[in-house]
């Protein structure tokens, strides 16, 4: 029985207390590797997203055709000022100064009368949205995930009008400027991207 040996109560402690930080600490890394891949995913979403949504409108806009009548951009008008232009900047945000929606007619997309239908994007509480015609407006962006803070259109060369709003100049082939903030939704979720991009419209824009 003398020779018998065993391990002290202090070297038990020192073992274990050991033992349970190289246990805490593979948890913590383990968890910041599954956090960074979860933000990572969510990023690259975000991306694909936002480029899917720029991409379609992108195409749209450069298909852009006149509106000779002017019911598209200022249907309310019964002699439109916008006849023969093909982009009106729309909803403006007085409070920020710039126009968050873009009516246009869109020249590859026809009617059963082969007439091209009035597109607008526009955001509508955080949703980016695309009305064509009239269509119930859809989302192009999941408004589950994300949300569109603010978008801002812009174009280049555009005239000042009575209303206040902007419109293409006849004779130019006119650029479309957009500027998206978008936020991932979700509790703790701190990512947020900003996306711009000028678009050129296809054909010049000629009376």
């Known amino acids: 029985m003398k020779n018998e040996k065993g391990f002290t109560l202090i070297e038990m402690i020192v073992v ?5 930080f190289a246990i805490s600490t593979a948890i913590t890394i ?14 690259q979403e975000l991306l694909n997203q936002a480029s899917y949504a720029i991409e ?19 249907s309310a008008a019964s002699d439109s000022p916008y ?3 093909t982009y009106r900047l729309v909803d403006p945000n007085s409070l920020v100064g710039y126009y968050q929606g873009l009516a246009f007619y869109n020249g590859s997309d ?3 009368s082969g007439q091209p239908i009035c597109y607008k994007f526009f955001v509508e509480d955080g949703v980016l949205k695309e ?26 060369g555009g005239n000042g009008s009575s209303a206040g709003l902007e419109k293409d100049t006849i004779g130019v082939q006119t650029k479309i400027t957009i500027l998206m903030d978008i936020e991932a939704k979700g509790p703790g979720s701190e990512l947020r991207k900003k996306v711009q991009t ?3 419209q296809r054909n010049l824009n000629v009376p």
Request: positive net charge.
């Open 30 to 43: 383990f968890i910041s590797i599954v956090q960074h891949q979860r933000r990572i995913l969510q990023e």
């Open 131 to 156: 009305k064509k015609g009239d269509e119930d407006a859809m989302p192009l962006i999941s408004p589950d995930k994300f949300e569109v803070k603010s978008i801002r259109f812009g174009i280049n």
């Open 83 to 85: 006849k023969g232009y």
């Open 56 to 74: 379609h409108m992108s195409k749209a806009l450069r298909m852009g055709a006149r509106d000779n009548s002017g019911d598209c951009l200022d």
């Open 16 to 20: 274990i207390a050991v033992f349970l």
């Open 198 to 200: 000028t678009i050129s």
């Open 110 to 112: 026809t009617d059963s």
